[in-house]
């Protein structure tokens, strides 16, 4: 149509930025649904690391995620009614009550089944599903306490008690497979989403049993997760990491007594042991953590979510370095969001920083990650090394508020600015975004972190309370509320049941843009170290 043939109409005023920003949010709120596809994947290539089409970003990651956005949309929970007025709203937890699965655990010992199990866990209780791992090793270390503090006699746990001709040690390990599996099941009718059963499920038999168990439990799945393992420097490892970390069954024993006995348990296992064959079963098969994926039977959103970030996983040793950008202009003014560039300390920070991770990380290769901020940009401009932008890892969107003090929001939206403070993480500004919105924005970043090695990622503050909570499994109430401060470098290295942290403040001077948490007592700062929990919690 030319412009002759345009129908005349009067002109009206144009919108402003924030009133654009406003009509945003409303059409944030306005879904289209669509049928989704299932999928299902049997096999994946043997490859060294795995395959990029798979990775975050990668094309059938993108295919994933479109082709199940509509199954996502119907797995929330309806719209409630509008809390607060105004500038925002609080966002309804996604309704995951229709996820039921039990992952049971196959492998000998020393593969790193706990590894995968607790891994796990930490990555969908993140993405706000109601995970817990069920230990059949630690259900049977705390009876055989129990039953000691009231005998005064200490069970015998050493290798012959792992032996399939110790008829009566047997029976017992059975029975507390079982039990383990009841109380699974039953946490799961309670409300839970995924049960994990960290046990050997070494057997045909022993996997049998648990499909015919599920089987009677209207609603819930089973699928299992094979953890083969053949490379020797990676169950060395294992083996060391179990004869040197407490394990009270080698209680009064030196380190080569633990040894020698542990690896003895393995052999008895091996005795036995059977790998997965069964052709109607679902099940995951990881060999030396990560190097060969092998898929079957797997349908669905949640078992495809398990599937993608499981074939991300790998054990190389590296760090996680996460710093704040430099002090910005806006931080000086006491403004939230925008795209200021750097105060004079600020570019301090940044011409110092360079130093403070070399000095550290030596001649290891290193990425830096950075949003598309010119802030963080600015920071990063001295480090001698790759650099990659994420428009993932911009800052939390403020709406409205963008460019705002709090005292100007206060002043404003009164009302507001008081819901915000009673629930933190789960408001979300007109306009703009809630830090559960940046936690789902902020998942393909998390798959590609397991992926790397060493990686810096100079972000904001509200992008690294997300990332920090991830590696430390904290709690949602709490994540608003983790003190990032401004020209302090965050080292985490992960390990095998947790994430070591190391902190490195310069001697630049910042302004202090942390808020506490109104009324409440500061959340409790994780320890700089993780240790294997060998009883079960009470």
Known sequence: MSAADTPQRRATPPLTSRELAAVDGVLQDVRATEASPEISVLVAPDVETPPAAFGAGGPMLKQFDQSNAASRMLSQASTPPRSVVGIGGKVAKPDYSEAKIVLAMVGLPARGKSYLSNKLMRYLKWLEYDVKVFNVGQLRRSRARQKAQQSGKREDHTAPYFSHDNVEATRIRDQLANDSLEMLIQWLKEGGNVGIHDATNSTRARRQKIVERVSREKGIVVIFLESVCDDPAIIAANVA????????????????????DFERRIREYEAVYETITEPD?????????????????????????????????????????????????????????????????????????????????????????????????????????????????????AGVCDGMTYEEIEATYPDDFANRDEDKFNYRYRGGESYRDVVVRLEPVIMELERQENILIIGHQAILRCLYAYFHDLPQADLPYIKIPLHTVIKLTPKAYGCDEERYTLPIGAVDTHRPKPKAAPPPIPPSHSERQYFAKD
């Not at 009064?252 to 633990?258: I, L």
Request: charged residues 25%.
């Open 241 to 260: 990491l179990k004869v040197s970390s407490g394990d009270p069954d080698y209680k009064d024993m030196s380190r080569e007594e633990a040894k020698a």
């Open 281 to 397: 079963i679902s099940y995951l098969r990881i060999k030396n953590v990560g190097t060969q994926v092998t898929l079957c039977h797997i349908h669905g959103y949640l078992q495809s979510r398990i599937a993608f970030y499981l074939m991300n996983l790998h054990l190389k040793p590296r760090s996680i370095y996460l710093s704040r950008h430099g002090e910005s202009q806006y931080n000086v003014e006491g403004k939230i969001g925008g795209d200021s560039p750097l105060s004079e300390r600020g570019m301090r920070y940044a011409r110092a920083l360079p130093a403070l991770i070399t000095d550290n990380i030596g001649d290891a290769p290193l990425t830096v990650w950075t949003s598309t901020l010119q802030r963080t940009i600015q920071t990063a401009q001295h480090l001698p090394y790759t650099k990659l932008t994420w428009k993932s890892l911009d800052e939390l969107d």
